[in-house]
C-alpha cells in the first residue's frame, strides 16, 4: 500500500519517488543530473551517469522488450466494477473514473503476447501510475488470463510486478486474487512451461506474497524496494530506522531470494537466453 | 463484573448480574416469577444486540480474548492429538501449531494460527503473527499430509503475518507465495476454518482449500479496519467507517461468494460457551470431510482452481 505516505513523528523521512513529469527535461534523483528526456528515453530511461532506473510503465517497457510490432494487447477493455460500493474519504467508483482519465490505463496492468528474439511469450507489466499498481479483481483475472494463454499455447510466461499490494477497496476480493493466481501458476508449473518473474520499484504486499515470489527464476532492476511488509510498518513495528538497503534488490539477491539483478538494458538478451534454456527442452 | 467485557455486552452482563444477586435470596423470598421475567428480558436484549452488531462490533468479538483459540478446538474436539514441530530449515514458530488428530475415528492434519491468552503466552506465540518459518512448517505438514494421504484442517486465527525486520529478511512473502502455490495443488483435502482473525495475506498463507468456511463472528479482508483507516483516511480513528467499507463479515463473504458457509456460534459469540462451540465445528467438519473424501484427488484439485478462479468482479 505504499502509494501513500503516512507523517509519523521520531522517524526519518522517506525518499519519495515521483512517476514521470511532462516537460522537456528530469532531474535524476540519485545523483542530481540534468537529462533531456530524448536522452533518457534513449538510454531506457536510465540516469546516463549512475544508472539509476527511473520509474516507467508497461507502455515503456513493452517497447524496448519486444520485437517491433510484436506486442499484441489481450482483455485491454476489462475495468473494476467497485463490488463492495466502496467509499472512505472519495468513492472508489470515482478515484477508478479519475485514474483511467488520468492514465489512459484501464487498470494497474497490461496483458498479452508478443516476440522477444522471435519467441513468443506471453506477458503481464503492471503499473504503478495506477492507483498504486495495486491489485484487485481486474489485475488478479488479467494476470490469470495471461497465465492460461501460456498454458494453452505451451508459451513461457513473464510478468513484470510494480505494486504496493493488494488493493483495499476491493476487501475480500483482493486478497484471493492472491490464491487465484498462485494456483493458475501452480498448473503452469506441473505442465512444466516456464515462468520468469521481474520485480521493479516497488513491489511490496499482496504481489510479492503470490506470482511475484513464483519465478522459475526470479530476477529484479537495480535498487528495488521489494518486500512484504512496506518499510514504514516495518518501523513502526521495530521503533527504529532500517538498515541502509533493506528491502532492495541487492539485499534479496544477498538473503537468497532473487537470482539475479538485471539492468534494464540487460533485460531483454537474458529473458531471451533465459527463454532458451528452460523452454523447449520436454521435445 | 468479570473481565474483558466489550462495551455492547455490557447492559447483558448487568442483567445477567442482577439476577445471580436475586437467586441468592429465592431461598428467603418467592421471587422466582420475577426471576423468570428478568430472564426472559436478558434473552430478548441479547437477541436484540446480538442480531444487529455492527461490523466494527463483530471485529471486536472475532478478536475477544476469551474465544477459543486453535489448540482449544483440538483438545476440545479431536482425540488422540499429536503436536509435530518445526519447520526442518530455521526454527519451530509458536504462531502456528500443527500435528495429526482423529475427529472421531478420522485421521485428519490439523494447522492453525495460535494466540496466547496473556502477556507470556502472547509473547511466546507473537500474537499469532506468524514469520516465514511458521508458514514453512504449515507447508511441511500439509507435505506430510498428503504423503500419507491424510485430509488437511486449517484454523485462521491471526492479526497478520509479523511485519518484522528479520521476517522480510527470511523471505515473509516468498513463504506465504509457496503456500499459496501448494495448496491449490495438494492431493488431499483441505477445509479452512476461520475461527477468528483473518488478517490479509497472513490469515491466507494457510488459507487455500476445498471448502472455506467461517465461524459467525470472526472477520476476513485484505486489511484490518485500523490499517485501512490509517491508509485511506490517514487517521487511526476511521475504523468502524473502514470495517464498514470493507464488507468483512462472514454473511459479507458468503454474499461476495468468497466463502461456502458460515458456522453459528453460541448465543453472544463463541467465547461464552467453549464446548458447544467446539461441537458444532465438529459435526460441520466431519461432515464436510464425509463430502470431500469421495472426490478423487484430480477433480479435488481441478475444482480447486476453479473456486478461486471464478472469484472477483469486474466488468468487461
Ligand atoms: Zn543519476
Known sequence: ?283 | MAKNVLDFEKPIIELENKIEEMRKHETMLDISKEIKTLEDKVLQLKESIYNNLTRWQRVQLARHPERPYTLDYIYMMTTDFIELHGDRNYKDDHAIVSGFAKLDNQKVMIIGHQKGRDTKTNLYRNFGMPNPEGYRKALRMMKLAEKFNVPVITMLDTPGAYPGLEAEQRGQAEAIARNLLEMSRLKVPIIVVIIGEGASGGALGIGVGDRILMLQNTWYSVISPESCSSILWRSWEYKEQAAEALKLTAEDLLEQKIIDRIIPEPLGGAHKDHQQMANTLKSVLLEELNNLLKIKPEKLISSRLEKFGKMGVFEE
Open chain 1, 1 to 283: 500500500m505504499g502509494w501513500f505516505t503516512r507523517k509519523k513523528e521520531n522517524i526519518s523521512k522517506e525518499s519519495k519517488k515521483s512517476d514521470l513529469p511532462d516537460g522537456l527535461w528530469q532531474k535524476c534523483e540519485d545523483c542530481g543530473e540534468i537529462i533531456y528526456n530524448k536522452q533518457l528515453e534513449l538510454n531506457l530511461w536510465c540516469c546516463p551517469k549512475c544508472n539509476h532506473h527511473f520509474r516507467i510503465g508497461s507502455k515503456e517497457y513493452i517497447s524496448f522488450l519486444f520485437d517491433e510490432g510484436t506486442f499484441k494487447e489481450i482483455d485491454k477493455k476489462m475495468k473494476s466494477a467497485d463490488p463492495l460500493e466502496f467509499v472512505d474519504t472519495k468513492k472508489y467508483s470515482e478515484r477508478i473514473k479519475s485514474t483511467i482519465k488520468k492514465t489512459g490505463l484501464n487498470d494497474a496492468v497490461k496483458t498479452g503476447t508478443g516476440k522477444i528474439n522471435n519467441k513468443k511469450v506471453s506477458f503481464a507489466c503492471m503499473d504503478f501510475g495506477f492507483i498504486g499498481g495495486s491489485m484487485g479483481s481486474v489485475v488478479g483475472e488479467k494476470i490469470s488470463r495471461a497465465i492460461d494463454v501460456a498454458y494453452e499455447e505451451k508459451i513461457p510466461m513473464i510478468i513484470i510486478s510494480q505494486s504496493g499490494g493488494a488493493r483495499m477497496m476491493e476487501g475480500a476480493y483482493s486478497l484471493m486474487q492472491m490464491a487465484k493466481t498462485s494456483a493458475r501458476l501452480a498448473r503452469l508449473a506441473d505442465a512444466k512451461i516456464p515462468y520468469i518473474s521481474v520485480l521493479t520499484d516497488p513491489t511490496t504486499g499482496g504481489v510479492t506474497a503470490s506470482f511475484a515470489m513464483l519465478g522459475d527464476v526470479i530476477i529484479a532492476e537495480p535498487k528495488a524496494l521489494i518486500g512484504f511488509a512496506g518499510p514504514r510498518v516495518i518501523k513502526q513495528t521495530i521503533g527504529r530506522d532500517l538498515p541502509e538497503g533493506f528491502q532492495r534488490s541487492e539485499f534479496l539477491l544477498e538473503n537468497g531470494f532473487i537470482d539475479f539483478i538485471v539492468t534494464r538494458k540487460q533485460m531483454k538478451e537474458k529473458l531471451s537466453l533465459l527463454i532458451d534454456y528452460l523452454h523447449n527442452n520436454h521435445k
